[in-house]
């Protein structure tokens, strides 16, 4: 494999997910020669649309439906030509109080519904205060915590200063998050609501002395100051274009059909030298030299590039389930409206000692007796995903992300080929369990007359998108704060790996998680820090 001037590059970024195509703008914004080399046929990762049912117009975010930490910052810097849309709805929670079929409704435009909601539900002020008293703490936190993840990593110390709330500190970065909500909620389906967002794609219980749910938690709480889940116009894949526009027109290249086999990067030094990144593309296999190399890929992905042992493989624990409606279903809860309902986050089983006995099962490689899940609507709030044949049957899309779903129930399909069914059928029946009518009358029907509806357990985004264990964040989340001093540009911008010239600019990153774009704009800032320095 020989190189040549046209192989040589300042950076490679190995992966086009949107955190590849981030670092790519930045970079070759700033004058960098920028080549990304993505496995798949074209970009985006998880961040992408796709029609999903053979002659249903239709175009569905697979894999990764909403964006709340993609800062306003990177959007400005960039120039994306990118709408996401607030919901309205924040959640609506069915359940059954006295034997009547009731719910939980959080309308974040309407405060005074909400609170009607909360003392329909449980008879009294005292949830819905909490209730208040508690976000406007976790505001407060994400008010004064967001900004720092666009910035140079802050250790501890720092980082506690800037929150400058010690109760709100100890609750979420020192104890484990159950004691905070068991302190602060004595309803369990108020409980289980909180909660909920410490366990999306994080597989753990509210007592973790780990504080993994925590951590969780956190980033879904902090998105732009606000914590709001936003809805992309579009769908995901407006959100990949956007990008790979603003990459492209910066002058970087971007080559897809190229699977990275072999990095080769120097343990020790200064960075200084050169970095070289083995390919295989259509036509053989080749070579492209770099300064640095940018991975947007998981760490036991760029250990195993590097020839270095990944180490315990991270575990994915989430059933994605994408669904085309003939119609929206009717609730047993005849007071809500389905296009209230489904508009914003409608949590099924999480209550949350429903939550912990679900993770006990799992845990116990069990497949949880009433699977936890929550859904939404994309097309309530952005009916631009349908084609005007599709808008004018009425049709609705319904995206459904099971909780407490782990690697390990789903195993060799050789020797367990029902286990995906299996997991499919129970969270449906948690959903019809809710419902006036069972959610496969209201399936619309693809060209070849089979019902709208996919299915996707960690071993599939492992195999589809390179999630390691179809882990949505690479391996755990991490606090956003250095534990002691740190040395060196990547270092302090929380993108460091053992190799002085190869970065980290995915999920896996300090500051990682979903579509956020975060890690590729730190490793960005830090490759550009480290060229002002010489």
Known sequence: MNTNASSRYDVVIVGGGHNGLVAAAYLARAGQRVLVLERLPRVGGAAVSTRAFPGVDARLSRYSYLVSLLPRKVVRDLGLRLDLRRRRIASYTPTVRDGKPTGLLVDAGDPGRTGESFRALTGADREWQAWQRFYEMTGQLARRVFPTLTEPLPDRAELRRRVADDDAWTALFERPLGETVERTFTDDLVRGVVLTDALIGTFTHAHDPALRQNRCFLYHVIGNGTGDWDVPVGGMGAVTAALAEAALAAGARIRTDCEVTAIAADTDGDGRGDAEVAFRHRDGEAMAVARRVLVNA???????????????????????????????????????????????TFHIAEGYRQLETAYAEAQAGRLPSAPPSEIYCHTLTDPSILGPEAVRQGLQTLTLFGLHMPARLFGDPATDPTAKERALAASLAQLDAVLAEPIADCLATDADGRPCIEARTPPELEREIGLPGGHIFHRDLAFPFADGEVAGAAARWGVATGRPNVLLCGAGAVRGGGVSGIPGHNAAQAVLADLARR
């Open 298 to 344: 998981a760490p036991a992905t760029l250990a195993r590039l590097l020839g270095e042992d990944p180490g315990p493989a991270p575990e994915g624990a989430q059933l994605k389930v994408n669904m085309v409606l003939r119609r929206l279903p009717r609730l047993r809860d005849t007071a809500a409206d389905p296009r209230e309902a489904f508009a914003g």
